[in-house]
């Protein structure tokens, strides 16, 4: 018996930003995320849903007063380092590469073809938080 839901994506990367409004838009210009769902008040996000592909991202605003957001630290916090960081498959790593730079990610390991496979990069976006953009597919290297 499995114990994960019957959905489109099981796991959710969750982030907190200090303008969750401005990295809604930015995210989206810069990596080609979609809105799916943003639940603010004023320029409070209390949750947001962004979706690439069928997979999703979930963020809001960061606080240091809910029980959520003392857990949470901001890379800007802790000498821009990062425990964990989303892994997100496109079809072209190359024009994502592109469309990132020109929206002023910072590149943190350029464009490069990996030893397991797919061609791939990391960067930071405009708070500080590590991602990785890569055409490598988990999913299809084991088929």
């Given at each position: ?9 099981t ?21 080609g ?24 991202v ?38 994502h590469?592109?469309?990132?730079k ?11 073809d ?8 990391s ?10 953009f ?10």
């Open positions: 018996m499995s114990l994960a839901a019957n959905t489109t994506s796991i959710i990367p969750c982030l907190r930003y200090r303008d969750a409004l401005a990295a809604i838009d930015w995210l989206c210009r810069a990596f995320f979609e809105r799916h769902a943003v639940y603010a008040d004023g320029d409070t996000v209390h949750h947001a849903q962004l979706t690439f592909g069928n997979g999703m979930m963020l809001g605003s960061a606080d240091s007063t809910s029980d959520w957001g003392r857990q949470i630290a901001q890379p800007g916090e802790i000498g821009n380092r990062e425990t964990q960081s989303p892994c997100v498959v496109v079809a072209d790593a190359d024009t590469y592109a469309r990132a020109a929206a002023g990610a910072t590149i943190v390991m350029d464009i490069a990996q030893d397991y496979g797919g061609r791939g990069y960067c930071r976006d405009l708070e500080g938080h590590l991602w990785w890569g055409s490598y597919d988990p999913w299809k290297a084991h088929d």
